[in-house]
């Protein structure tokens, strides 16, 4: 079955840097558009970013352009989410997503930015 799980999570300090990863399974992960969305405490769902199953277009968030950047290696059927300058409201559970129609989730990585 397909299975998507993150990792990279964890708690930062304003300005900071974290790498996000996305291990896909049960899938031809190089046929799929792949996604990161986010959720902050007591809020909704927040697209972030997004790319091309050949990785040869991104997407982002006007809130995280030119700060996060979006990347793949199908090879090792792995989605990447690297995030720098960190801010406070970056704080939230980052979820993958397979797909444009979001079919299948991964169980979501923690991210925290506090000093």
């Known amino acids: 079955q397909v299975q998507l799980v993150e990792s990279g999570g964890g708690l930062v300090q304003p300005g900071g840097s974290l790498r996000l990863s996305c291990a896909a399974s049960g899938l031809t992960f190089s046929s799929y558009y792949m996604s990161w969305v986010r959720q902050a405490p007591g809020k909704g769902l927040e697209w972030v970013s997004s790319i091309y199953s050949d990785g040869s277009n991104t997407y982002y968030a006007d809130s995280v352009k030119g700060r996060f950047t979006i990347s793949r290696d199908n090879a090792k059927n792995t989605l990447y989410l690297q995030m720098n300058s960190l801010k406070s409201e970056d704080t939230a559970v980052y979820y993958c997503?397979?797909?444009?129609?979001?079919?299948?989730w991964g169980q979501g990585t923690q991210v925290t930015v506090s000093s």
């Open positions: 997503a397979l797909g444009r129609l979001y079919d299948y």
